[in-house]
T-cell receptor, first 116, second 116 residues
């Protein structure tokens, strides 16, 4: 199994809603990532988890709250989002993180989020 | 600090023609370089990567790239384009040290169109 599975594929939420994005991999990878991709732009790193510990937070607003309950799961909790947060949210994993991050990243298909 | 510049946001070729997608990087330490491909409504897939060693790197789907340190370039080529190559291509850089340790930075992307 070389897949990273993200759910839901599409999400529409209001600015007062609370929702969560889910990401799952069963490749035994110990590094997991959240990226944000706006339309016609490259992915931008948000968070990196290594061995279930948060290793990088790219100064992401607190309305985005990541969680890594175990080595296979990564969640992104959303609360009080703004319309400008509408984007494709990509999850990725790799065997390990660090040492120059020359590891191959496996990406999920993403969650297309629309904030109304 | 590290950065990537992809020359040409759109490249159009005929089926069977040479594909050349340009990428130049900036890195204060020896870089690791990657090319990823993104098909519509999907996540990113690794085509190839350069870490150390041989400067000509072969990847999947007949693509290859050459690391040229003197030119700070990592251009992607394919001798003969196929209709299925139509997608968006991202060059990316990471490195083993400095303030960008453990982070993958993407270029702006190049959309490849293949005409029959």
């Amino acid at each position: 199994d070389t897949e990273v599975t993200q759910t839901p594929k599409h999400l529409v939420m209001g600015m007062t809603n609370k929702k969560s994005l889910k990401c799952e991999q069963h490749m035994g990878h110990r590094a997991m990532y959240w990226y944000k991709q706006k339309a016609k732009k490259p992915p931008e790193l948000m968070f990196v988890y290594s061995y279930e510990k948060l290793s990088i937070n790219e100064s992401v607003p607190s309305r985005f709250s990541p969680e890594c309950p175990n080595s296979s799961l990564l969640n992104l909790h959303l609360h009080a989002l703004q319309p400008e947060d509408s984007a494709l949210y990509l999850c990725a994993s790799s065997q390990v993180w660090g040492a120059g991050t020359n590891e191959k990243l496996f990406f999920g298909s993403g969650t297309q989020l629309s904030v109304l | 600090a590290q950065s990537v510049t992809q020359l040409g946001s759109h490249v159009s070729v005929s089926e069977g023609a040479l594909v050349l997608l340009r990428c130049n990087y900036s890195s204060s330490v020896p870089p690791y370089l990657f090319w990823y491909v993104q098909y519509p409504n999907q996540g990113l897939q690794l085509l190839l990567k350069y870490t150390t060693g041989a400067t000509l790197v072969k990847g999947i789907n007949g693509f290859e790239a050459e690391f040229k340190k003197s030119e700070t370039s990592f251009h992607l080529t394919k001798p003969s384009a196929h209709m299925s190559d139509a997608a968006e291509y991202f060059c990316a850089v990471s490195n083993a040290g400095g303030t960008s340790y453990g982070k993958l930075t993407f270029g702006q992307g190049t959309i490849l169109t293949v005409h029959p």
